[in-house]
Nanobody, 124 residues
Framework: QVQLEESGGGLVQAGGSLRLSCTFS????????MGWFRQAPGKMREFIAG????????TYADSVKGRSTISRDIAKNMVYLQIDTLRPEDTAVYFC?????????????????WGQGTQVTVSS
């Protein structure tokens, strides 16, 4: 069983930055691909960023590409998502996710574990 817990959400002004953290624990967690998704009110959950088990391979959705960085600290069992130049349309609940596959990408269908989410609100 892998457990995920997000933190770092909050209210931010447009143009600001935010760093989300995800603590994960459990069997095989160090070999899991990890990622971040978000869900805005009335919209489907969407992929934002993914990283492989080693931290060397990263992928991003077009909506955050160039202003977002995903990283992981294997020793601390942490995954981070830094988003810069925040926009009101970035307002959503952000979820940490884990897959048993080596890397999590936008094409990954087998998301095995989800965190409970952290709210990010960007004011204009």
């Amino acid at each position: 069983q892998v457990q995920l817990e997000e933190s770092g959400g909050g209210l931010v002004q447009a143009g600001g930055s935010l760093r989300l953290s995800c603590t994960f624990s459990g069997r095989a967690s160090k070999s899991s691909g990890m990622g971040w998704f978000r869900q805005a009110p009335g919209k489907m959950r969407e992929f934002i960023a993914g990283i492989d088990w080693s931290g060397r391979i990263t992928t991003y959705a077009d909506s955050v590409k160039g202003r977002s960085t995903i990283s992981r600290d294997i020793a601390k069992n942490m995954v981070y998502l830094q988003i810069d130049t925040l926009r009101p349309e970035d307002t959503a609940v952000y979820f940490c996710a884990a897959t048993s596959e080596a890397v999590l990408t936008i094409k990954t269908r087998a998301i095995d574990y989800w965190g409970q989410g952290t709210q990010v609100t960007v004011s204009s």
